[in-house]
Nanobody, 123 residues
Framework: QVHLVESGGGLVQTGDSRRLSCVSS????????VYWFRQTPGNAREFVGG????????YFADSVKGRFMLSRDDGRSTVFLQMNSLKPEDTAVYYC????????????????WGQGTQVTVSS
């Protein structure tokens, strides 16, 4: 059975940094690209960033570009979303997802989703 578990969320202040983790099990993690999304109440899920299988290609939404970074550790089946210079508008539930293809258009239907982790940025 496949599991994706995000962690690292919490309450932070404007300007702080936070690192989210996404740990997978039940599959060959290195076979998948990883895409992060976020969602606020009443809104659609919004793409945040993606990282390819090898970890040498990433891309981000304009809203987080230059502040967020992605890395992966296939030995631990984990992807890290490093969030810097956080703003109140970054407040959301953050989800990681796995997709068997690497694309510069975020997938509409990833293969697997995590359960999400809440990040709240106070002003």
């Amino acid at each position: 059975q496949v599991h994706l578990v995000e962690s690292g969320g919490g309450l932070v202040q404007t300007g702080d940094s936070r690192r989210l983790s996404c740990v997978s099990s039940g599959l060959t993690f290195s076979d998948y690209a990883v895409y992060w999304f976020r969602q606020t109440p009443g809104n659609a899920r919004e793409f945040v960033g993606g990282i390819n299988w090898y970890g040498d290609k990433t891309y981000f939404a304009d809203s987080v570009k230059g502040r967020f970074m992605l890395s992966r550790d296939d030995g631990r089946s984990t992807v890290f979303l490093q969030m810097n210079s956080l703003k109140p508008e970054d407040t959301a539930v953050y989800y990681c997802s796995l997709y068997h293809r690497w694309e510069y258009d975020p997938p509409r239907q990833p293969d697997y989703w995590g359960q999400g982790t809440q990040v709240t940025v106070s002003s």
